[in-house]
């Protein structure tokens, strides 16, 4: 028999019992269809992840106060206030050829009033050079201006949650509302940029001068921050101004040698990786999780060709009677395998590519589907069927043609 028979033969096999070769491929169909679907969204999420990284900016340094110590108990960045203005002036005025803009920022909260609505939201105290720095677009009216800057102007643009909770959809540009008693007028509102990669609603804000917010809302008297914000020339760049930075703050903070960082500087690459790196953990693991349907499938094609091999008996000891050969005979069941395992393996590719794209669009999530992964979960489909066929195939071919012919 050559190859195209052998083949012929196989198919007509499967095809005579149909709903028996579709049951059998059914555990290859879902475990190729689930290994799909898993990597496709979790590639999206991957994807998402960094766009929604990117736009907080690029080539981006975000330094944090260092964190307190109290009683033996380490309270985290942030839990003192360790960083100045004059921090990040010194900073930029010390390597212009690193830093390309530069905005310390002052966090501040409370109850926003419009008429009968109210808001409880934050506050951040910036600088005019946050908005290009955070590629942040004002979608209706302007933003402040250096001269609202200098003279702590009572003025602000606010997030598009903001709008949509406080003002009751209607244009807020113009408007004046009370935070603490204290009235700021809108003079724009901020393009909508959605959730972060940690779940938090970035339009959820009010944007107002550093100075207003240090005035007004912080009355503070000394010049801490929350936080300093450096935007680079270049990707490329990140590492020596992070060595730079942190010469200097430790400089400018008078820490002794061997004494840790009061301060924290992350970059945007930091983050995107560590953001990636959980992603293609999960992937991974549920992946895995996936896969071992695609073990429970070849368990069930080996299972139901030991059993076609036992129901077709004579027609073995018949074929070899008339001069199959033993290789012949284990070409044709280990083809019947393998037909079953790639035919399952299509389906579950088609299922899962459909069922990924319709997670994607009923909740509105990235998909992203890599030929890689095609290719691979088809050929490990065909690696199955090939696998777990061999042994019922290799049976079969052994068989003694004279018992074959007896058997009942």
């Known amino acids: 028999m050559n190859v195209y028979m052998i083949f012929k033969v196989a198919m007509r096999a499967l095809f005579r019992n149909k709903v028996r070769s579709f049951l059998t491929a059914l555990g290859i169909i879902v475990g190729i269809a689930a290994v799909i679907a898993v990597v496709a969204i979790g590639e999206g999420a ?94 209706a009216g302007a933003a402040f201006t250096d001269a609202d800057l200098r003279s702590a102007t009572r003025v602000c643009v606010v997030g598009q949650t903001v709008v949509d ?58 010049n801490n921050v929350d936080q300093l914000l450096f935007s680079l020339y270049s990707l490329d760049q990140i590492p020596e101004a992070k060595r730079q930075l ?66 077709r008996t004579r027609e073995i000891g018949l074929r070899m009677a008339i001069g199959a050969s033993p290789a012949a005979i284990l070409m044709q069941f280990l083809t019947e395998a393998a037909v079953l395992s790639t035919m399952g393996g299509l389906i579950g590719i088609g299922l899962g590519m459909a069922g990924a794209r319709t997670v994607g669009n009923i909740n509105h999530w990235p998909i992203f589907i890599t030929p890689a992964s095609v290719v691979i979960s088809f050929g490990f489909s065909a690696f199955v069927g090939v696998f777990f066929g061999f042994y019922p195939a290799l049976r079969a071919s052994r068989l003694n043609p004279i018992d074959c012919l007896r058997y009942e």
Do not use: C
């Open 46 to 139: 991957s994807i998402s992840m960094k766009a929604q990284i990117s736009s907080m900016g690029d080539n981006i340094i975000i330094v944090f106060p260092g964190s307190a110590n109290t009683g033996g108990v380490r309270l985290g960045a942030g839990g003192q206030q360790t960083l100045m203005l004059e921090d990040g002036e010194a900073m930029r005025r010390d390597y212009p050829e690193l830093i390309k803009t530069f905005t310390p920022l002052l966090r501040s909260g409370g109850q926003a009033i419009f008429q009968q609505n109210n808001w409880s939201t934050q506050v951040q105290g910036v600088t005019t050079e946050f908005f290009p720095l955070r590629k942040w677009d004002i979608a």
């Open 246 to 311: 942190t010469a200097l703050l430790r400089q400018r903070h008078r820490l002794a040698p061997g004494t840790p960082d009061d301060f924290t500087a992350v970059d945007m690459v930091e983050i995107a990786d560590m953001a990636t790196s959980i992603s293609k953990m999960m992937t991974i693991l549920m992946a895995v999780v996936a896969s071992i349907s695609l073990l429970v499938g070849g368990i069930g094609i080996m299972n139901i060709m030991l059993v076609s091999v036992t129901e």
């Open 165 to 222: 909770n406080l003002f009751d959809g209607q244009d807020p540009v113009g408007e004046t509302f009370r935070i603490r008693n204290i009235p700021f007028r809108v003079l724009g509102v901020l393009s909508r940029k959605g959730t972060n990669s940690m779940g938090m609603d970035q339009d959820d804000i009010i944007i107002a001068p550093f100075t207003t917010v240090k005035r007004n809302l912080k009355s503070g008297a000394f």
